[in-house]
């Protein structure tokens, strides 16, 4: 990087060049969310009408198979990948967040100068209020997946509180400037418990108990299959995430502002499969995910532009 990159006037220059880089704007909301350890299969299986209105899932696959690589790929830039030919969803077609715009013949909608520590600390230098809770403790400091937010928390798995405070925090301080929203919502990781849920005894969460996933064998067992119980929890929490949804989504709207939103999962579980229970192990279950890409308080974004570009040559 050059002297003058990392200079006030340096970084200034390269926050122009960039911005001429991207087919988005500058005054358009993002919301991030991701529902822990959310099975695609589950979010197919859940009832979700809330989200449906707007988008329908995609089947996609995650970039890591636990919580820290994951989140730390979303946020360089790096959504769960889809094999499909849209943009957002798969990147070769365009992608949403990217650092740095060299060899890319399609715009991303929001291009950071190269060197950027990650999107939030880019939408954070643009000045968006970059604003965040999440369940898991992977987000606890020091860790990194706080880089960037000028106001996070880490709450435990309460989704519904979650909200609130969210909802607060941008009524507070976005009022006047565009934000960068991020949830990251446990209730659909082991245990799968949500608010309401009957307490006391719990037979089919003690299946997932840390104890137990932390000692498995990690060998494959042929004859097993999947533990239907153990499915039917992570569904009814994925339908409780739906109706969370609701207040959420409600708050951009009244925003008014365009909003870009993404929902999706950092990385499946295995659920009996083949033996295998958990997640940080890679399996199909572990990397497949819903991934859903939508607009409010304005009409989809515009297809991308594509420019030409010479390819080498297939090899024979």
């Known amino acids: 990087m050059s002297r003058l990159s990392t200079s ?8 122009w060049r960039h911005r001429r880089l991207q087919s988005g704007g500058d005054a358009e909301d993002f919301l991030l969310v991701t529902w822990d350890s959310c099975r695609h299969d589950t979010f197919e299986r859940a009832r979700t009408p809330v989200l449906d209105r707007h988008a329908a899932a995609r089947r996609a696959w995650a970039m890591a198979t636990y919580t820290l690589p994951a989140h730390q790929a ?14 957002f969803y798969n990147r070769y ?17 929001v291009t950071f100068p190269e060197g950027t520590v990650n999107i939030v600390n880019g939408f954070r230098r643009r000045g968006y209020a970059t604003l965040g809770v999440a369940a898991m403790d992977w987000f606890k400091k020091p860790s990194p997946l706080q880089d960037g937010f000028e106001w996070f928390r880490v709450t435990g798995t309460r989704a519904r509180m979650q909200v609130d405070m969210l909802c607060e925090q941008i009524a507070r301080r976005a009022r006047r400037r565009p934000c960068f929203v991020f949830a990251n919502f446990g209730e659909t990781h082991s245990p799968f418990r949500h608010e309401g849920m009957a307490s006391g005894a719990d037979p ?5 108990s840390l104890g137990r996933l932390f000692n498995a064998s990690g060998l494959h067992d042929a004859s097993a299959t999947i533990d239907t119980d153990l499915w039917a929890r992570q569904v009814a929490c994925a339908e409780f995430l739906d109706a969370q949804m609701a207040d ?17 999962a ?25 991934l859903l890409i939508f607009r409010l308080n304005a009409p989809p974004h515009a297809a ?9 040559p297939r090899a024979a």
């Open 204 to 208: 089919q969460g003690e299946r997932m």
């Open 74 to 87: 979303m946020f360089n830039g790096f959504l769960p990948h889809v094999f499909e030919p849209l943009p």
């Open 248 to 264: 959420l989504l409600r708050c951009f709207v009244a925003r008014g502002r365009p909003t870009t939103v993404v929902v999706t």
């Open 93 to 109: 077609v365009q992608q949403l967040w990217r650092i740095s715009h060299r060899n890319v013949a399609v715009k991303p909608l």
């Open 304 to 312: 991308p532009e594509t420019r030409q570009r010479s390819l080498p």
């Open 266 to 290: 950092d990385h499946g579980e295995c659920l009996g499969e083949q033996g295998l229970y958990g997640h940080a192990i890679h399996h199909e279950k572990v990397l497949e995910v819903p």
């Open 8 to 15: 006030i006037i340096g970084r200034t220059w390269d926050e």
